[in-house]
């Protein structure tokens, strides 16, 4: 495939969140204490992580934010829309993830970015009630405001460009419907407030109608797997991502099964829980929406693992992922891991996993990664599924047809050969015959 021609990212990146709680607003006062100088982005491979170039002889590793022309922190305005009228400060202490101390720090430009009225169906969010909630006699023209406010807001603010991350909470569980089947019949579905159309679906079209590439963060049904937004993407040369950001047990699934793997050894049965306490934790907590986060967490070690060419290995595994709502916890999720592995002649061990995590500490840097990323591949002529960036997910996107790719360092091979392609770089394939020639 031909390499790409990239355009500057000169002017201003709107960075537009629909949903700023706890994820949302650790994302935007990281990045704005990150741009003073006063926090590291730790966890964000955009700004700290390099690739290799070349041979291993090279000494060629530089910093990818160098190789790559992403647009500057400092070229990043952050808005949004939630369902509460708390600007993003006050949503930020309400999360009570970052210290007063941080958070007092950047006050000022916290404040002052303010949330726009969203779209909601509480059908599909059962446990929240909207206070800050756009009226609109049907769902397009609820999408109509949405693109008002996106041009709005790149007007205010002398934008050149706008990416949308979805940091809204995790809808009801939905299969696709006839509606979502082509971009004609949603848009008639929109007129006519078809009840399979959810509020992120609404954001979604709007985006890529306003030529806003859109990143699903949760595990709903909204972009990439709907036929419709698919079809509206590649007409406005938009790119979409997803989906669910893959923080913190599934992250470490998606380390150790690979390793597992690699080496033959065999699961008999792996077991995940969490308790964790912060209004994701509330929402999860209505079966309903456990039920999309449930599918997603699920999927990945069947992938990872494919029992059906290793049947003696991992075809009887027993895989069970509980989430529980424990307010306690705040947002300090502890999830607990246990997997029940064989060896050599079937003698079986095991494996504990306690991990004490953060949860919006680990999503907050793929936030700022993947607006990075998303307005790089725009700027690159790309739409459609983005699946390069499958590294971010846990669900992971892909075109029928397609298995996704869920082991961790597939992915991270794959977003860097797809950098070393963007810039015309040879890729690596680690064969290394030529130090031995
Ligand atoms: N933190 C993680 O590690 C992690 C990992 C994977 C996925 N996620 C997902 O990211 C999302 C955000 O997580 P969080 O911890 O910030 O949750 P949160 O509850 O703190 O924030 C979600 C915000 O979205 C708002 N919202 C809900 N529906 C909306 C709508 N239609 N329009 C606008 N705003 C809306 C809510 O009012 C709330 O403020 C959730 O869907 C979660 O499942 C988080």
């Not at 089947?181 to 959810?198: T, V, W």
């Not at 992250?251 to 597992?260: D, E, N, R, S, V």
Request: net charge negative; glycine share 8%.
């Amino acid at each position: 495939m031909t390499q790409p021609t990239l355009k500057p990212a000169d002017g201003k990146l709107g960075v537009l969140l629909p949903g700023m709680g706890a994820v949302g607003t650790t994302f935007i006062a990281g990045s704005l204490l990150a741009r003073r100088g006063l926090g590291l982005p730790i966890g964000s491979l955009t700004q700290m992580g390099t690739l290799r170039l070349g041979k291993r002889t090279d000494a060629r590793s530089p910093l990818i934010r160098d190789f790559v022309p992403l647009a500057d922190l400092s070229d990043l305005v952050f808005g949004g829309w939630d369902l509460f009228h708390d600007n993003a400060y006050e949503a930020a202490v309400n999360a009570d993830v970052l210290s007063r101390e941080h958070l007092n720090a950047v006050e000022d430009e916290l404040s002052a970015i303010k949330p726009m009225e969203s779209v909601f169906f509480p059908e599909f969010v059962k446990r929240l009630r909207g206070e800050n909630v756009k009226a609109g006699a049907d769902k397009m023209e609820l999408a109509e405001a949405v693109r008002e406010d996106i041009r709005r807001f790149k007007r205010d603010n002398a934008l050149q460009r706008c990416v949308a991350v979805w940091c809204g909470s995790t809808e009801v569980f939905r299969e696709r419907a006839d509606v979502h089947s082509s971009l004609s019949k949603f848009e008639e579905g929109l007129r006519r407030s078809d009840p399979a159309i959810s509020p992120s679906q609404v954001y979604a079209y709007a985006c890529l109608r306003e030529e806003v590439s859109y990143s699903n963060g949760a595990p709903h049904l909204t972009a990439g797997d709907v036929p419709a937004m698919l079809e509206l993407s590649r007409e406005t040369q938009t790119p979409i991502s997803g989906k669910d950001f893959k923080t913190g047990q599934t992250l470490m699934k998606t380390i150790l099964a690979p390793g597992l793997r690699a080496r033959m050894l065999g699961i008999r049965g792996w077991f995940s829980t969490n308790i964790l306490g912060n209004r994701d934790g509330e929402v999860l907590d209505d079966p309903e929406s456990f039920k999309s986060k449930e599918v997603s967490k699920l999927g990945v070690l069947e992938t990872i693992l494919q029992p059906e060419l290793h049947p003696e290995l991992y075809g009887a595994m027993y895989h069970k992922v509980r989430i529980n709502y424990y307010p306690p916890r705040g947002d300090q999720k502890e999830g607990w891991d246990n997997i029940d592995i064989f060896g050599w002649l079937g003698y079986p061990m095991q494996i504990k996993v306690d991990f004490l995590c953060r949860d919006s500490i680990l999503a907050a840097p793929l936030v700022l990664d993947l607006a990075l990323l998303m307005d790089l591949s725009h700027r690159a002529g790309l739409s459609g599924i983005q699946e390069w960036l499958s590294f971010y997910y846990k669900s992971p996107i892909v075109p029928a047809g397609l298995y996704a790719e869920n082991n961790l360092f597939v992915q991270l091979g794959k977003l860097k050969n797809t950098l070393r392609w963007m810039q015309g770089e040879e890729l690596i394939t680690h064969l290394g015959r030529e130090y031995y020639d």
